[in-house]
């Protein structure tokens, strides 16, 4: 059994939770009760207790906050100031968020179950770095002048697509905020963002700070709310240009499907994954058990390009075996706030049960339970590190994304059988490879059909770097330039020469 944080009542002595100031829609540089007055009410998952009661936004709601992103789109300052003043505003963002980062940490900690040192220390900083790099994209925007082969005067003009729909998990809840809204922001186009039900602290509060920054009124609005409601409702709106979502291939499924019937906006997607690490016979065993371990207990598991499919050599895999369920069962699981725990509870009850009808299934399939399995402690969501070995390809727990702490292990002979199996998957977001070999690094990585390789490293991430899968884990990609570009059309304009001495 996992180690369990001694204090494991609560009592909330490593910090002072912050008093939940945001709990309404906002829309239009307002927070605003839902249409309908209803509310949702939010919980902690280390408690299983009630946080707070959220407005509950729907289809009308959303229909309010297109009209005030509209009216903004065509009429208001932020697509018509230069770059270089939208970055400003951007920058003071990032200024604010920084200037309360550790009240923010402890709402995604209290919504989330995230660790609270990592969302100080990782996630937040990550967030504000994603919205300065696209504020110092936001003057740097520009179309071609073409060298034609008429008399014409020939350029194109890059123009933001306009209203964007924005859908985000509740695994990421502050870095998916950014990765969404600052590239669209930069272009010039207003947002309709709607956080996961799960997790809509951090984003209200960040919509607080917008406003504080400058952000004009009706250019962000952030629905919390239902999938089922407010994100179908983005999804089919007539009055939305193009929509981005992360979360299951299933919903993605949905959203594709709204945005075809309703009026053909372009979507962006970023979705599920069952993500393989490869390890070599010449890999560093100490360093591999550290990387799988890592990749799949990172986040409590609860990460879309987890390495929730270890594949080992045959020659080290005893080896390997010995020494991941030893750091397994000594893995801390306990209070997020913590500073000693590495592994806080799951997001959810329903997400929680899921888990756990996964291990469950994977013993009756007849997979080995080598450790863990079970729930922790008497009360909030938390899991054991858990690890499958004897797996076959076939089974749901090889096949299916989890999106917990449970590692598939097996073992491999040959370079052709792992990439085969590597490959035998629906999804294609992520994979690994740990290996001292640069020609097998070489070969690996160019056969496996996933957007994101990582050899020798995990989450190796760069906002520079453009991120997305392959297959049914979606397309479309975030960060770089390229997801700057999913906000912008290009125009083409054309204007006759005449008697002009050159072309």
Request: proline content about 5%; glycine content about 8%; hydrophobic content about 40%.
């Given at each position: 059994?996992?180690?369990l944080?001694?204090?494991h009542?609560?009592?909330?002595?490593?910090?002072?939770i912050?008093t939940?100031?945001f709990?309404?829609?906002?829309?239009?540089?307002?927070?605003v009760?839902?249409?309908?007055?209803?509310?949702?009410?939010?919980?902690?998952?280390?408690?299983?207790?009630?946080?707070?009661?959220?407005?509950?936004?729907?289809?009308?709601d959303?229909?309010i906050?297109?009209?005030?992103?509209?009216?903004?789109?065509d009429?208001?300052?932020?697509?018509?100031?230069?770059?270089?003043?939208?970055a400003?505003?951007m920058?003071k963002?990032?200024?604010?968020?920084?200037?309360?980062?550790?009240?923010?940490?402890?709402?995604?900690?209290?919504?989330?179950?995230?660790?609270?040192?990592w969302?100080?220390?990782?996630?937040?900083?990550?967030?504000t770095?994603?919205l300065?790099y696209?504020?110092?994209?936001?003057?740097?925007?520009?179309g071609?002048?073409?060298?034609?082969?008429?008399n014409l005067?020939?350029?194109?003009?890059?123009?933001?697509?306009?209203?964007?729909?924005?859908?985000?998990?509740?695994?990421?809840?502050?870095?998916m905020?950014?990765?969404?809204?600052?590239?669209a922001?930069?272009?010039?186009?207003?947002?309709?963002?709607?956080?996961?039900?799960?997790?809509?602290?951090?984003?209200?509060f960040?919509a607080?700070l917008?406003?504080?920054a400058g952000?004009?009124?009706?250019?962000?609005?952030?629905?919390?709310?239902?999938?089922?409601?407010?994100?179908?409702?983005?999804?089919?709106?007539?009055?939305?240009?193009?929509?981005?979502?992360?979360g299951?291939?299933?919903?993605?499924?949905?959203?594709?499907?709204?945005?075809?019937?309703?009026?053909?906006?372009?979507v962006?997607?970023?979705?599920?994954?069952?993500s393989?690490?490869?390890i070599?016979?010449?890999?560093d065993?100490?360093?591999?058990?550290?990387?799988?371990?890592?990749?799949?207990?990172?986040?409590?598991?609860?990460?879309?390009?987890?390495?929730?499919?270890?594949y080992?050599?045959?020659?080290?895999?005893?080896?390997?075996e010995?020494?991941?369920?030893?750091?397994?069962?000594?893995?801390?699981?306990?209070?997020?706030?913590?500073?000693?725990?590495?592994?806080?509870p799951?997001?959810?009850?329903a997400?929680?049960?899921?888990?756990?009808?996964?291990?469950e299934h994977?013993?009756?399939?007849?997979a080995?339970?080598?450790?863990?399995?079970?729930?922790v402690?008497?009360?909030?969501?938390?899991?054991?590190?858990?690890i499958?070995?004897?797996?076959?390809e076939?089974?749901?727990?090889?096949?299916?994304?989890i999106?917990?702490?449970?590692?598939?292990?097996?073992?491999?002979?040959?370079?052709?059988e792992?990439?085969?199996?590597?490959?035998n998957?629906?999804?294609?977001?992520?994979a690994?490879?740990?290996?001292?070999n640069?020609d097998?690094?070489?070969?690996?990585s160019?056969?496996i059909?996933?957007?994101?390789?990582?050899?020798?490293?995990?989450?190796?991430?760069?906002?520079?770097?453009?991120?997305?899968?392959?297959?049914?884990s979606?397309?479309?990609k975030?960060?770089?330039?390229?997801?700057?570009h999913?906000?912008?059309?290009?125009?083409?304009?054309?204007?006759?020469?005449?008697?002009?001495?050159?072309?």
């Amino acid at each position: 059994m996992s180690n369990l944080s001694n204090d494991h009542n609560h009592k909330d002595s490593f910090i002072n939770i912050p008093t939940i100031k945001f709990t309404k829609l906002f829309i239009n540089g307002e927070f605003v009760d839902s249409v309908s007055g209803k509310t949702f009410e939010t919980v902690d998952p280390r408690t299983e207790e009630v946080i707070t009661e959220i407005a509950e936004g729907t289809k009308e709601d959303v229909g309010i906050a297109v009209k005030a992103a509209r009216e903004a789109f065509d009429s208001g300052p932020w697509p018509r100031m230069t770059g270089a003043e939208r970055a400003k505003i951007m920058l003071k963002w990032a200024e604010l968020i920084d200037e309360n980062i550790e009240e923010i940490a402890a709402l995604d900690t209290i919504d989330g179950g995230k660790l609270y040192s990592w969302c100080k220390a990782v996630d937040i900083p990550a967030a504000t770095n994603i919205l300065r790099y696209y504020a110092g994209a936001a003057d740097k925007i520009h179309g071609q002048v073409f060298k034609t082969s008429r008399n014409l005067h020939l350029y194109t003009l890059m123009e933001p697509v306009g209203v964007v729909g924005q859908i985000i998990p509740w695994n990421f809840p502050t870095i998916m905020f950014f990765t969404k809204a600052s590239p669209a922001l930069a272009a010039g186009c207003t947002v309709v963002l709607k956080p996961s039900e799960q997790t809509p602290l951090s984003a209200l509060f960040y919509a607080h700070l917008a406003k504080l920054a400058g952000v004009p009124d009706g250019v962000l609005n952030v629905i919390p709310g239902l999938g089922s409601n407010a994100g179908a409702a983005i999804s089919s709106h007539m009055d939305i240009d193009a929509v981005s979502f992360t979360g299951s291939t299933e919903t993605g499924r949905q959203v594709m499907k709204a945005a075809a019937m309703s009026n053909l906006k372009p979507v962006s997607l970023e979705l599920g994954g069952k993500s393989p690490v490869l390890i070599f016979d010449d890999a560093d065993v100490d360093e591999a058990v550290d990387l799988a371990l890592f990749g799949i207990l990172h986040n409590k598991g609860e990460i879309c390009v987890a390495f929730s499919r270890v594949y080992v050599q045959e020659g080290i895999y005893d080896k390997f075996e010995k020494k991941v369920l030893e750091k397994a069962k000594n893995w801390v699981v306990g209070d997020p706030f913590d500073p000693k725990v590495q592994q806080g509870p799951q997001t959810s009850k329903a997400q929680f049960d899921k888990i756990l009808s996964y291990i469950e299934h994977g013993k009756k399939e007849g997979a080995t339970l080598l450790t863990g399995g079970k729930k922790v402690g008497n009360k909030g969501y938390y899991i054991e590190p858990t690890i499958f070995t004897n797996v076959k390809e076939d089974m749901l727990v090889s096949q299916d994304e989890i999106f917990g702490p449970v590692m598939v292990l097996s073992k491999f002979k040959t370079i052709e059988e792992a990439i085969k199996t590597a490959n035998n998957t629906r999804y294609g977001l992520a994979a690994g490879i740990v290996t001292k070999n640069m020609d097998i690094a070489n070969t690996v990585s160019r056969s496996i059909h996933a957007g994101i390789i990582w050899i020798n490293c995990f989450f190796a991430f760069d906002i520079d770097c453009p991120f997305g899968g392959f297959k049914m884990s979606g397309f479309g990609k975030d960060y770089g330039l390229e997801a700057l570009h999913k906000y912008l059309q290009a125009k083409s304009v054309a204007t006759p020469i005449y008697n002009s001495p050159w072309l």
